[in-house]
């Protein structure tokens, strides 16, 4: 099977939708989202900007995963944070 081509980023944007790990299944998909954010986001406005353009579905909205890392340093542009939440 071919591998699909390498989307474009604009890393200029204050957010960036982010994928999950490659090899997650359909359901992690579901009850997952990350956003790339810009240097001086914070968790909150992150946390806003997730909840307005994707709304979970859920009574519990999208919050942060507690069992887990919430917030790492983006691995491809220095500065930028991965905020990652579950529903």
Request: charged share 20%; hydrophobic share 35%.
């Amino acid at each position: 099977m071919a591998k699909k081509k390498a989307e474009r980023v604009n890393f200029g944007e204050r957010f960036v939708p982010i994928g999950l790990p490659e090899g997650s299944n359909g359901i992690a998909a579901l009850l997952n989202c990350g956003v790339c954010a810009a240097p001086g986001v914070t968790y909150e406005e992150a946390l806003g900007y997730v909840r307005r353009t994707n709304p979970a579905g859920t009574s519990n909205n999208w919050v942060a995963i507690e069992d887990g890392p919430n917030t790492v340093d983006c691995p491809d542009v220095p500065g930028r944070k991965h905020y990652v939440f579950t529903c």
